[in-house]
């Protein structure tokens, strides 16, 4: 017997994610490193919130609302 399950698609990419590994790469180019990481990492959040619906800091991944400033 087999089952077969079908999956959601996967979601489209949001547009801003290749905005901002456009922009990191521009950076490398120009030797702004750290500006580059940065840029990615905010790339990075954009993709993280798209996969698991939580919104996350650009800088450390956790998610809203978690952080050490929340009273």
Known sequence: MQIEIEL???????????????????AKRAGLTFAANTYRGTA???????????????CCFKPFGRGALQH
């Open 8 to 26: 959601a698609p996967k979601p489209v990419p949001h547009p801003a994610i290749a905005a901002w590994l456009q922009a990191a790469d521009e």
């Open 44 to 58: 990075r959040s954009i993709e993280l919130e798209q996969e698991t619906g939580v919104a996350v800091c650009a």
